[in-house]
């Protein structure tokens, strides 16, 4: 079949409107999504994402209230895979349609989600906003899975309004928390790597949670973030930009 084919199918199938009516909504869907001009073409004519597309199209003319999508983004290139993810944006904004959307991919969450659900063999583990799951994992599976990589396990006291945190297994070292906790009890504090600024310097601040260190194991050149291990006593995972970091290979330093 070719693209209208396709994309007309479910309709033909169920025969819900006629055929000029399911012409007309083929048409007007092929156009959200770019392909308008390939409808006379056949799928093992087109690349990977005009695939992508025309698979959503499919789906989407049906004006279903749920729309599952599993992984749709995953085997794209990273133009196309931005360009559809616009397109996600523009279909939801469009049909209002409920789309739960599998994916593994950090950046696609941010972009779509307005809630997260993070599941581990079956069982959903936590549910919230996109922030209240990245800054506020409810346990070491949920933190480890979005990346928070600094996890510290210890006892927690109350002194003037803030919590004190007592690292298990170091010589005494604590950090501070603003969330209250209960007297004595065991806590794990988590803290994000792009949440920590580093300086050569020291720096003024009114930050309570301020350490000085040694870099260890080097410094990560991941692309876009550079990963420093920094330890102060208690072991820092941070992540600045290029920008922020002059590597031995730079000329601006």
């Given at each position: 079949?070719?693209?209208?084919e396709?994309?007309?199918?479910?309709?033909?199938n169920?025969?819900?409107?006629?055929p000029d009516e399911?012409?007309?909504?083929?048409?007007?869907?092929?156009?959200i999504?770019g392909?308008?001009h390939?409808?006379h073409?056949?799928?093992?004519?087109?690349?990977?994402?005009?695939?992508q597309?025309?698979?959503?199209?499919?789906?989407?003319v049906?004006e279903?209230?749920?729309?599952l999508l599993?992984?749709?983004?995953?085997?794209?290139?990273?133009?196309?895979?931005?360009?559809?993810?616009?397109e996600l944006?523009?279909?939801?904004?469009t049909?209002?349609?409920t789309?739960?959307h599998?994916?593994h991919n950090?950046e696609?969450?941010?972009?779509?989600?307005?809630?997260?659900?993070v599941?581990?063999?079956?069982?959903?583990?936590?549910?919230?906003s996109?922030?209240?799951v990245?800054?506020h994992?409810?346990s070491?599976f949920v933190?480890?899975?979005?990346?928070?990589?600094?996890?510290?396990r210890?006892?927690?006291?109350v002194?003037?309004?803030?919590s004190?945190?007592?690292?298990n297994?170091t010589?005494g070292?604590?950090?501070?928390?603003?969330?209250?906790?209960?007297d004595?009890?065991?806590?794990?504090a988590?803290?994000?790597?792009?949440?920590i600024?580093i300086?050569?310097?020291p720096?003024e601040s009114?930050a309570?949670?301020s350490?000085?260190g040694?870099?260890t194991g080097g410094?990560?050149?991941?692309?876009?973030?550079?990963r420093?291990?920094?330890?102060?006593g208690?072991?820092?995972i941070?992540?600045?930009?290029?920008?922020?970091?002059?590597?031995?290979?730079?000329r601006?330093?």
């Amino acid at each position: 079949m070719t693209v209208a084919e396709n994309i007309g199918f479910g309709l033909k199938n169920r025969k819900l409107p006629p055929p000029d009516e399911i012409a007309k909504k083929v048409s007007e869907v092929a156009e959200i999504f770019g392909i308008g001009h390939l409808l006379h073409r056949y799928p093992n004519t087109l690349s990977g994402g005009e695939q992508q597309r025309a698979a959503i199209s499919r789906a989407i003319v049906l004006e279903p209230s749920i729309l599952l999508l599993d992984e749709p983004l995953s085997a794209l290139d990273g133009q196309t895979r931005e360009r559809l993810r616009f397109e996600l944006q523009r279909l939801h904004a469009t049909y209002q349609t409920t789309i739960i959307h599998i994916t593994h991919n950090f950046e696609e969450v941010f972009s779509l989600a307005s809630r997260v659900a993070v599941m581990h063999q079956g069982t959903i583990m936590q549910v919230g906003s996109p922030d209240e799951v990245f800054r506020h994992p409810n346990s070491d599976f949920v933190a480890e899975f979005v990346g928070v990589q600094n996890i510290f396990r210890g006892t927690c006291t109350v002194a003037d309004g803030l919590s004190e945190i007592t690292v298990n297994g170091t010589d005494g070292a604590h950090l501070i928390c603003s969330s209250l906790c209960t007297d004595n009890a065991d806590v794990t504090a988590t803290i994000r790597p792009e949440d920590i600024m580093i300086s050569r310097t020291p720096v003024e601040s009114t930050a309570r949670n301020s350490f000085a260190g040694i870099i260890t194991g080097g410094v990560a050149d991941n692309g876009s973030m550079v990963r420093i291990n920094v330890d102060t006593g208690l072991p820092f995972i941070a992540a600045v930009t290029r920008q922020g970091v002059v590597l031995p290979w730079s000329r601006s330093g």
